[in-house]
């Protein structure tokens, strides 16, 4: 282990025991057998290196997801389960670090650890999307939003129930659970007209809709955010020679994170 990673997994220590606000840099810098100075050779700030960790966290999950691959004669919900297996186990891994963020960083308390959870939550949403697709293909599109949703809540929950409650049950059992669980939701979806799926209509309808939604949203701060974001969509439209699926893609994704948010 490098030093850098050792100084990450001294503070998380002292965080999770004391608390962001009341553990030092000399004390982060003590618990990592270095000096005060040797601390800023690695990190700008204490609120740098919890940057870092949720950086660190982003790129796990971004590698989760670039691991994944479909298992040889295996049916859907197995595959969704070898999917919901590494979320559960990234989760797992991280549970120090998640009571440190959520205890000292409520939403919206610091705008730049904002900033990185709400684009470690789209990086999450983006590869269920196509985790879903993959597996179910385009016969499910109008109801991925609504599964993913369904999956982020089921994840969330049960493994933080079981980790908080003792239980004895193991990631691949409890991901086998979830995945049967959403697999049989899927066989029955089409007997309902999907929840959160905007009707069918134009991409320039889409992004008027969605500017009209934005200019009366009562938050300022949320309202700068998702003006930033479309006007980011806006552009990448523009980029992918107005490619329809892309833009429905990305446009799928900012509904999703506007729900998250609520």
């Known amino acids: 282990m490098d030093k850098k990673q050792e100084?990450?997994?001294?503070?998380?220590?002292?965080?999770?025991?004391?608390?962001f606000n009341e553990t030092s840099v000399q004390e982060i810098a003590n618990e990592a057998h270095i000096s005060k100075g040797g601390f800023y050779t690695y990190f700008s700030s204490k609120k740098?290196?919890?940057?870092?960790?949720?950086?660190?966290?982003?790129?796990?999950?971004?590698?989760?997801?670039?691991?994944?691959?479909?298992?040889?004669?295996?049916?859907?919900?197995?595959?969704?389960a070898s999917y919901i297996e590494l979320e559960i186990r990234t989760l797992l891994e991280h549970q120090s670090f998640f009571y440190v963020v959520?205890?000292?960083f409520p939403p919206k308390a610091d705008e730049q650890v904002t900033k990185w959870m709400d684009e470690t939550q789209i990086t999450i949403t983006n590869n269920q999307l196509n985790i879903f697709r993959l597996?179910?293909?385009?016969?499910?599109?109008?109801?991925?939003?609504?599964?993913i949703v369904i999956m982020q809540g089921l994840v969330k929950e049960y493994t933080f129930y079981v980790e908080i409650n003792?239980?004895?049950?193991?990631?691949?059992?409890?991901?086998?659970?979830?995945?049967?669980?959403?697999?049989?939701i899927v066989m029955h979806l089409q007997e309902k007209q999907p929840l959160l799926h905007e009707k069918t209509q134009?991409?320039?309808?889409?992004?008027?809709?969605?500017?009209?939604?934005?200019?009366?949203?009562?938050?300022?701060?949320?309202?700068?955010k998702y003006e930033e974001t479309l006007h980011l969509i806006q552009?990448?439209?523009?980029?992918?020679?107005?490619?329809?699926?892309?833009?429905?893609?990305?446009?799928?994704?900012?509904?999703?994170?506007?729900?998250?948010?609520?």
Not at 135 to 147: A, C, H, M, N, P
Not at 177 to 182: A, T, V
């Open 102 to 104: 959520f205890k000292e």
């Open 202 to 224: 134009s991409v320039e309808d889409i992004f008027k809709n969605l500017k009209k939604q934005i200019e009366v949203w009562p938050d300022e701060n949320q309202k700068r």
């Open 166 to 184: 003792n239980r004895s049950i193991h990631a691949h059992e409890l991901s086998e659970w979830i995945g049967h669980l959403i697999h049989s």
């Open 48 to 80: 740098g290196l919890m940057l870092e960790m949720i950086k660190e966290y982003h790129d796990k999950i971004i590698d989760q997801a670039s691991q994944f691959q479909l298992l040889e004669n295996a049916s859907p919900w197995q595959q969704l």
């Open 235 to 262: 552009l990448e439209w523009q980029k992918t020679n107005k490619n329809k699926n892309v833009t429905r893609n990305f446009i799928s994704l900012f509904e999703i994170r506007k729900h998250a948010l609520l």
């Open 7 to 19: 100084i990450l997994q001294a503070a998380l220590r002292l965080f999770s025991e004391k608390g």
């Open 135 to 147: 597996i179910y293909g385009k016969e499910f599109e109008s109801y991925y939003t609504d599964l």
